[in-house]
């Protein structure tokens, strides 16, 4: 800068003066400050490089504030998933070995572990990290999971839970007759047949479905030599619905002998099949799943010879028993098998109309009559993949998927399994009654059967362990993101120093060598003043 | 009576000496006066007798013209690279300490920072504050910036004003003085003192002047001195010219200069003669030099440019957030099962251009048959018909032809545009909910065609995950060209933050009526867009060219402008420094040349202490003859 006011020679030696001063202020701005500069114009051409470099500094800060959070929500998932195959393996394990003790509850120390298990696994699903739900896809700010009570004794008298349910379609399963929707006849003296109760008419407007409750005949075969078997078949025979299904066995006119089988085959409503295998039996009491062979009598006069007619109606007396043992125990377990799938489904399916016994369908139950046990986003195609609910840019183009959803056939499968098998109970008071308690015993022992069965990991079926390892990736995704970021980070920051940072030993030379300048320049400047011939006149 | 000749001349060299001394003292007294220049004596020998006597006819300048007239220019020079320097550096402030709390790059950075933090919290209420807050703190950033821009421009308006007072005023005195001063009656270039102050105080005024403004000096054998501007128009002879500068008061980012005076929004200096007549000097660049050029510089090139370029960053960054661009769905239908169609259907695209704003452009792109070669053409929305037709700048892309489609008409009077500008090659029929364009076979094949639509303001849940987070004053930016010009202009200064959002954060998330908290979709989307999206900004900004437009992410953007104006800035500075120093070189040597050497003036008044002595001498050994004389008679 020029300096005006003063004469020229001032000037010029004040002016040479004030830039060594501006030099010193800006070397000491410089040391303080660790910058070369605090404007873009004092930075020098990496200014525009050094704006890059901050962002992408800036950027990799973000980028390790989403992986820590990430980190923590996956891990807080995975401890979840963790202890829900825990309770899977403990409740299989309780399933496979539980007795049938029943306690004063009426359940098993089996189902009393499912109970605890079934507590604890609405509690891991719901798990939360920050105030984000972590299994409820993008619907984070909802718990995924409905109250655990809630979902089995209902909410309020007007909200059904499971335990309703399924009492509800144990009813209906087993049909006003307690026989499973069943009936039994001999249209001939040798002939046994056994029919269903309800006939599907897709003809009527509206069409009639089939009722999905009860027992289903599926096949009956015989090693009796000389009996015809009909498959079942629309009886009685008539060209257009609706005419029930019944199967059927004619003995024909000789007796079947000692160790004669016939085998009926039931579907029950959870898929499962069932057998009943009556042996022809000449004994005398007959043992249990046998029938008689008609001995005839010898001893009568005249003797009566042994009949077939007589034999096919103890088949007939042994056949109505053994249907109501399989409707009364081992569909009973599959009732309520089948009530959990139905209520864990979206919408819950309810057995329609009252009484339960005389229903012949089943109705979308809403959420003023059930309780809605998944809150979260549901898991359907159109909303797509679970694992894709939730995403999050690690790195410029690096995404991970680590959404989840309770529903997801897993968790739901393992949860609805458990949840089954801690709701159903039988009377303990009843169980001095010999029928009942037998009855009771089958169930427990068709249910602990099939709980097992589904706690175990099916082939081309998602396993928790499945979800797990989708969460194991993205951590393995992240981590190695992060190394790199850290590596990245540190070259681009080494950059940015090389452009904007100082070097303080150079600045502190150069501010002592300005020093000694500037004292050099005023001593000088005062000695020139000084040397006039003014002083020596 | 050669006594009496030697007695008066004695008394002529102690009145010689005398004057001499006077000068001297004037020259110590004034050596600090800014301007003074040396005197000294024009003294000649006079005959008179036998001897000669000495007269004083005037006093010398010891000055070097040349010098001085270099030392104009460079002052000149120094007046126009000083104050552009500080100009620029006063700027610099504006853009902040890189990288710290109020840079603009440290805005954008914390805005990227929270878009990032809310798409892995997207459900988290301070993850989407978070975002609002950054949003807020870029666009005051913008805000202020702009304001200071402003600023900057309204004080070199200013400027403009003092300097063409303060020219004047000069002006008015040099004139005064110039009419004051006359030959030396004496004859010789000497002049007597009173003159010579007069032209230390005229050069002074005149070495103001030339800080203003370049000019260009001639001085006639009276020391006259007629003043011209560097381009040759007269500013001071005997009679000064009058400049006027007709200063606005408030200066906006939509004020501009003009040479149409009816247009400008700003002031122009204009010479108005003595006699009547005036030029107007802005409009003819007349002055290329002195403060006056920095600032007429500083106001309608560098701070606009600056401003284009804030403009060009805040358009971008909202467009980037809210414009949707839809390909057309292929027309006709296909089939399912697919099935050829007869050769020379015409086939085409369909288009949903109801929701198109102003400045919302149809992109069409077809192939000319004929040439096989591809056309762009990009048919963007103006309400405004004084505008048509658009020029193919209007947008960023170089490679299009840009027409204007004037909707204010309604939208039959669009499909007849449409129709008229290609007709022959495509044709456009249906309704604006449903525009078909279907190419004419024989001429153009259609390769596609897309509109690009801004949502609005309250556009929030509609299904589009883009979102207008700014607004321009609330309402919808989307490029605009109305009579008053481009919306993009001071955009910076209006950029705001929709008040939907801010009323409702998690419309930071929530898209449709059905999006779960945890939804990323549209978080995403604003990550995207602002990390990685390319896009091209408009040459007018400095950077890039017509044809080869920069592209690039919003980041490059800025740091291309940022970086651009501290280079700018430091260049400037450094050629200030040079300036300054040449100043400062020519100022030293004009001291040597002109100024008063205190060693010089005393060894002066030493040698003139002994003339007066010695004429002294000489006189009173006069007196002595005269006194033996009288004692002999």
């Not at chain 1, 030696?13 to 605090?38: A, M, P």
């Not at chain 1, 790199?484 to 600045?507: C, F, H, P, Y």
């Not at chain 2, 070495?207 to 560097?230: E, K, P």
Request: glycine letters at 8%.
């Amino acid at each position: 800068m020029t300096i005006s006011g003063v004469s020229g020679r001032t000037s010029y030696i004040g002016s040479g003066i004030t830039s060594l001063r501006d030099q010193l202020d800006t070397l000491t701005q410089q040391l303080s400050s660790g910058k070369v500069s605090n404007t873009y114009a004092g930075q020098g051409s990496g200014r525009s490089l050094a704006i890059a470099l901050r962002a992408q500094i800036s950027n990799v800060a973000a980028y390790a504030d989403t992986a820590v959070n990430l980190n923590t929500r996956i891990g807080v998932a995975n401890l979840s998933l963790q202890r829900l195959v825990a309770i899977g393996s403990e409740v299989k394990g309780a399933a496979v070995s539980a007795g049938s003790n029943f306690d004063n509850t009426g359940q098993t120390p089996g189902q009393k572990t499912a109970s605890l298990d079934f507590y604890d696994s609405v509690d891991m699903l719901n798990a939360k990290s920050g105030d984000r739900y972590l299994f409820s896809g993008r619907a984070t700010d909802t718990a995924p999971v409905a109250p655990a009570d809630q979902i089995m004794n209902g909410n309020g008298a007007a909200i059904a839970g499971l335990k309703q349910v399924i009492s509800e379609r144990n009813q209906a399963d087993l049909g006003a007759s307690g026989m499973g929707h069943m009936l039994l006849s001999q249209p001939t003296t040798t002939s046994v047949q056994i029919g269903e109760d309800f006939a599907a008419d897709p003809t009527a407007t509206p069409p009639v479905a089939a009722t999905p409750f009860g027992l289903k005949l599926n096949a009956i075969s015989t090693t009796i030599t000389g009996a015809t078997v009909t498959q079942p078949t629309a009886t009685p025979p008539a060209t257009t619905p609706p005419s029930p299904l019944a199967m059927s066995v004619d003995l024909g006119a000789t007796n079947p002998k000692d160790g004669d089988q016939i085998k009926f085959t039931f579907n029950l409503p959870d898929g499962t099949t069932e057998d009943i295998v009556l042996t022809a039996s000449s004994a005398t009491p007959t043992p249990a799943g046998s029938f008689a062979i008609d001995p005839g009598q010898p001893n009568a006069t005249p003797p009566v010879a042994p009949s077939s007619a007589v034999t096919a109606a103890n088949l007939n007396t042994a056949l109505t028993s053994a249907v109501k043992s399989l409707a009364n125990g081992p569909l009973v377990a599959a009732s309520s098998i089948q009530a959990g799938n139905e209520f864990f489904d979206q919408p819950p399916m309810r057995v329609q109309g009252s009484p339960a016994s005389a229903a012949t369908s089943l109705v979308a139950g809403t959420a003023a009559n059930t309780v809605i046990w998944y809150q979260g986003e549901q898991n359907t195609a159109a909303n797509g993949s679970a694992r894709g609910s939730a995403i999050s840019q690690i790195d410029t183009s690096i995404t991970v998927q680590y959404g989840a959803r309770a529903d997801e056939q897993a968790l739901r499968s393992q949860l609805q399994t458990v949840a089954v098998f801690a709701a159903v109970a039988v009377d303990p008071a009843q169980l001095g009654n010999a029928t009942y308690a037998k009855n009771a015993n089958a169930q427990i022992a068709a249910l602990n059967q099939r709980v097992a069965q589904n706690l175990a990991a099916v082939p081309g079926q998602q396993t928790i362990q499945d979800i797990q390892a989708d969460f194991a990736g993205a951590q393995a995704s992240i981590k190695s993101t992060t190394d790199r970021q850290v590596q990245t980070k540190a070259m681009a920051q080494t950059m940015l120093d090389s452009i904007e940072g100082i070097n303080n030993d150079e600045v502190a030379t150069k501010i002592l060598a300005l020093q000694t300048a500037l004292q050099a320049s005023y001593q000088t400047t005062s000695n020139l003043y000084q040397m006039s011939l003014v002083k020596f006149l | 009576m050669s006594l009496n000749d030697a007695l008066s001349i004695a008394m002529s060299g102690l009145r010689a000496n005398q004057a001499a001394m006077s000068l001297v003292s004037s020259n110590v007294a004034n050596a600090e006066t800014p301007g003074y220049i040396r005197k000294s004596t024009d003294q000649v020998a006079v005959n008179s007798g036998n001897g000669s006597s000495v007269r004083t006819v005037g006093v010398n300048r010891q000055l070097d013209q040349y010098i001085q007239a270099q030392l104009r220019t460079e002052t000149s020079g120094a007046g126009y690279a000083t104050l552009r320097s500080s100009f620029l550096q006063q700027m610099q402030s504006l853009y902040g300490d890189p990288g710290s709390v109020g840079s603009l790059e440290y805005s954008f950075n914390a805005l990227t920072t929270a878009v990032q933090a809310l798409s892995t919290s997207a459900d988290s209420q301070s993850a989407r504050i978070g975002v609002l807050n950054a949003a807020q703190t870029l666009a005051q950033q913008l805000n202020s910036m702009t304001q200071g821009i402003q600023n900057l421009r309204g004080a070199a308006e200013n400027g403009i004003k003092d300097s063409v007072t303060t020219a004047n005023t000069l002006m008015k005195q040099i004139a005064t003085i110039n009419n004051q001063l006359t030959a030396n009656p004496q004859g010789g270039t000497s002049t007597d003192s009173n003159t010579a102050a007069l032209l230390d105080q005229r050069d002074q005024y005149v070495t103001q002047l030339s800080q203003l403004m370049d000019i260009r000096v001639t001085t006639n054998g009276a020391n006259q001195v007629t003043i011209f501007t560097g381009s040759g128009v007269q500013l001071v002879g005997n009679e000064a010219a009058t400049l006027a500068f007709n200063a606005q008061g408030t200066v906006s980012a939509g004020t501009t200069w003009s040479a149409d005076p009816s247009k400008s929004n700003l002031g122009s200096v204009v010479i108005e003669f003595p006699n009547g007549g005036s030029i107007d000097l802005t409009a003819t660049g007349a002055i290329k030099s002195g403060t006056i050029a920095a600032y007429t510089e500083l106001r309608d090139k560098t701070l606009v440019e600056a401003q284009n370029q804030l403009d060009q960053f805040a358009g971008s960054i909202s467009s980037a957030l809210s414009d949707k661009t839809t390909a057309g769905s292929v027309f006709p239908v296909p089939t399912v099962p697919p099935t050829a169609l007869p050769p020379g259907t015409p086939t085409g695209f369909t288009l949903d251009v109801s929701q198109m704003k102003p400045g919302n452009v149809i992109h069409f792109t077809y192939t000319d048959t004929a040439t096989n070669t591809q056309r762009e053409i990009s048919f963007m929305r103006v309400d405004d018909p004084s505008v048509l037709p658009l020029p193919n700048t209007a947008t960023t892309n170089p490679n299009d032809t840009v027409i204007g489609l004037d909707f204010s008409s309604g939208f039959g009077s669009v499909l007849n545009q449409l129709n008229a500008a290609l007709g022959g090659q495509a044709t456009f029929s249906g309704t604006a909910g449903a525009l078909t364009v279907v190419n004419n076979p024989a001429f153009a094949n259609i390769n596609a065609a897309s509109v690009t639509v801004t949502q609005g303001p309250n556009d929030l849940s509609n299904g589009s995950p883009e979102l207008a987070l700014f607004t321009d004053n609330g309402a919808a930016y989307s490029g605009g060209i109305s009579k008053n010009g481009s919306q993009m202009t001071g955009l910076a200064g209006r950029l705001t933050i929709n008040n939907g959002i801010v009323a409702d954060p998690s419309k930071l998330v929530v898209y449709s009526g059905s999006t779960a908290a945890g939804d990323t979709t549209r978080s995403a989307l604003l990550l995207n867009q602002l990390n990685n999206a390319s896009f091209t900004y408009s040459p007018a900004t400095g950077t890039g060219s017509a044809t080869a437009p920069f592209k690039g992410t919003l980041l490059s953007y800025m740091r291309q402008f940022v970086g651009q104006q501290g280079a700018a800035a430091d260049s400037a500075k450094q050629l200030a420094d040079g300036q300054n120093v040449v100043l400062n070189t020519l100022d030293k040597k004009m001291a040597d040349a002109s100024g008063v050497n205190m060693d010089d003036e005393m060894a002066h008044l030493l040698s003139l202490q002994n003339a007066y002595s010695a004429n002294a001498r000489v006189m009173s050994t006069v007196n002595e003859l005269y006194k033996t004389l009288m004692q002999a008679f």
